[in-house]
């Protein structure tokens, strides 16, 4: 099947063609819009990643060149039209899981980070001030962690936090029975925000989950607490988290995500000034620790989202639908 791959990085060609030698590739750098459908020309399938804008335009131009199959190496679909792909005859197919480990890893990684100071405490130690004011964290033992989702991820970072001996309360449509021998208690979304010293977000982004944090979310929660995020960028309302800080409401904020990342993340932006006055505020917080959507990236997800991405493809050609199709029916 000749696929071609849009916003190429190095490490995506690596991956990918190795997995997918018995189809013809053809990378490209840029992301998929409208402004470059045409390179798809040509090709049976499109790969695509988390801000690759897949909407009814683009999609009418890539089924016009031909286009039967989207390919998503995420898990998330949130960014295709998955109504207009089903009304032009586009299969949809998706990675739903590839290391929940990564993920959760790296949530933990944001969590301990923002409460021990350790990004400030390197930055510190590398000008030779080895004070330890404004460094004061606590321990993370005992304290009352709220999950919301107990997916693959959510699941993995509650039996960590029970590890680590945290009290966890958790918010999912579709409870997790085997979370309970972890002392995982499900509660209502209301009750976990009034209750949880950290809250991190593992939900899927969806019409019913777009901005679930906003300024009526951060007044039910305590004064102090800590907020992560490591799912998608719109699930919080990023001026009213800014609002948040700057009242003390909101103590602390780890993002691996952010909802107008499009523009910013998986580029080098070193020499330009960021025009995105939000993004810039939040970096002027020293209790805010961004990563720029990272949190996938290990070794061991890299390679189940390129085998996964090829067996669709493989599937898709040899019987007409992806292992892991997304339908319309996943979106209601």
Same mark, same amino acid.
Do not use: W
């Given at each position: 099947?000749?696929?071609?791959?849009?916003?190429?990085?190095?490490?995506?060609?690596?991956?990918?063609?190795?997995?997918?030698?018995?189809?013809?590739?053809?990378?490209?750098?840029?992301?998929?819009?409208?402004?470059? #459908?045409?390179?798809?020309?040509?090709?049976?399938?499109?790969? =695509?990643?988390?801000?690759?804008?897949?909407?009814?335009?683009?999609?009418?131009?890539? #089924?016009?060149?031909?286009?039967?199959?989207?390919?998503?190496?995420?898990?998330?679909?949130?960014?295709?039209?998955?109504?207009?792909?089903?009304?032009?005859?586009?299969?949809?197919?998706?990675?739903?899981?590839?290391?929940?480990? /990564?993920?959760?890893?790296?949530?933990?990684?944001?969590?301990?980070?923002?409460?021990?100071?350790?990004?400030?405490?390197?930055?510190?130690?590398?000008?030779?001030?080895?004070?330890?004011?404004?460094? $004061?964290?606590?321990?993370?033992?005992?304290?009352?962690?709220?999950?919301?989702?107990?997916?693959?991820?959510?699941?993995?970072?509650?039996?960590?936090?029970?590890?680590?001996?945290?009290?966890?309360?958790?918010?999912?449509?579709?409870?997790?029975?085997?979370?309970?021998?972890?002392?995982?208690?499900?509660? #209502?979304?209301?009750?976990?925000?009034?209750?949880?010293?950290?809250?991190?977000?593992?939900?899927?982004?969806?019409?019913?989950?777009?901005?679930?944090?906003?300024?009526?979310?951060?007044?039910?929660?305590?004064?102090?607490?800590?907020?992560?995020?490591?799912?998608?960028?719109?699930?919080?309302?990023?001026?009213? /988290?800014?609002?948040?800080?700057?009242?003390?409401?909101?103590?602390? $904020?780890?993002?691996?995500?952010?909802?107008?990342?499009?523009?910013?993340?998986?580029?080098?932006?070193?020499?330009?000034?960021?025009?995105?006055?939000?993004?810039?505020?939040?970096?002027?917080?020293?209790? =805010?620790?961004?990563?720029?959507?990272?949190?996938?990236?290990?070794?061991?997800?890299?390679?189940?989202?390129?085998?996964?991405?090829?067996?669709?493809?493989?599937?898709?050609?040899?019987?007409?639908?992806?292992?892991?199709?997304?339908?319309?029916?996943?979106?209601?």
């Amino acid at each position: 099947m000749k696929i071609i791959v849009f916003s190429t990085k190095p490490y995506d060609r690596a991956f990918l063609a190795e997995a997918g030698a018995e189809h013809a590739l053809t990378f490209v750098e840029p992301a998929l819009d409208t402004t470059t #459908a045409a390179l798809a020309a040509g090709h049976e399938a499109v790969c =695509v990643f988390v801000n690759d804008v897949v909407d009814a335009a683009v999609l009418e131009a890539i #089924a016009a060149n031909g286009v039967r199959l989207v390919l998503l190496r995420c898990a998330g679909f949130n960014n295709v039209d998955v109504a207009a792909a089903h009304r032009l005859g586009i299969a949809i197919g998706r990675v739903p899981a590839y290391s929940p480990y /990564a993920v959760a890893e790296h949530t933990l990684g944001l969590m301990l980070s923002l409460n021990r100071k350790i990004h400030r405490a390197h930055n510190r130690i590398r000008e030779g001030n080895f004070s330890l004011d404004g460094l $004061l964290g606590f321990d993370l033992h005992g304290k009352t962690v709220g999950v919301v989702g107990t997916g693959a991820i959510g699941t993995v970072l509650c039996h960590a936090l029970h590890g680590l001996g945290c009290h966890v309360l958790a918010v999912d449509p579709s409870p997790n029975g085997a979370l309970d021998q972890f002392g995982v208690d499900y509660v #209502a979304l209301d009750d976990l925000l009034a209750a949880s010293d950290v809250i991190t977000l593992h939900c899927p982004l969806t019409p019913q989950t777009y901005h679930v944090i906003d300024a009526a979310a951060f007044a039910r929660m305590r004064d102090g607490v800590m907020l992560i995020n490591t799912s998608r960028g719109a699930l919080i309302d990023t001026p009213a /988290a800014i609002e948040a800080l700057k009242s003390g409401r909101l103590g602390a $904020l780890g993002i691996d995500v952010y909802e107008e990342e499009g523009h910013l993340f998986f580029e080098n932006l070193s020499g330009q000034v960021i025009q995105d006055d939000v993004f810039a505020r939040l970096l002027t917080f020293p209790n =805010v620790l961004i990563t720029g959507h990272q949190a996938f990236f290990t070794r061991e997800a890299l390679t189940a989202i390129a085998e996964t991405t090829m067996a669709n493809a493989s599937s898709f050609e040899h019987h007409g639908e992806p292992i892991h199709a997304v339908t319309p029916e996943m979106i209601r």
